[in-house]
């Protein structure tokens, strides 16, 4: 079963818990799900990734039914 799954991260300066997000979503990309991480921040540039990502202004723009797990950090 494939799961959709986003992870909403505030900004993507480099800190610890952007580094834990980015990590879980490869791992559970790598797994066959479909991750997107969804920020209100900059291009992330000091790290690759596979999974999507997602740029708002506002959370409140991201349709949440759309997916079977929201993370928030």
Known sequence: ???RLAYL???TAIAGGTRVAVAHADALT???HEVVLVT???PL???Q???RWRHV???AEMDAAAFDFVVGT
Do not use: V, Y
Request: no cysteine; proline share 0%.
């Open 1 to 3: 079963m494939t799961l």
């Open 9 to 11: 991260i505030e900004d």
């Open 30 to 32: 790598a797994r066959g």
């Open 40 to 42: 209100k921040g900059g």
């Open 45 to 47: 540039t000091w790290r």
């Open 49 to 51: 990734t596979r999974a």
């Open 57 to 59: 202004r506002d959370f």
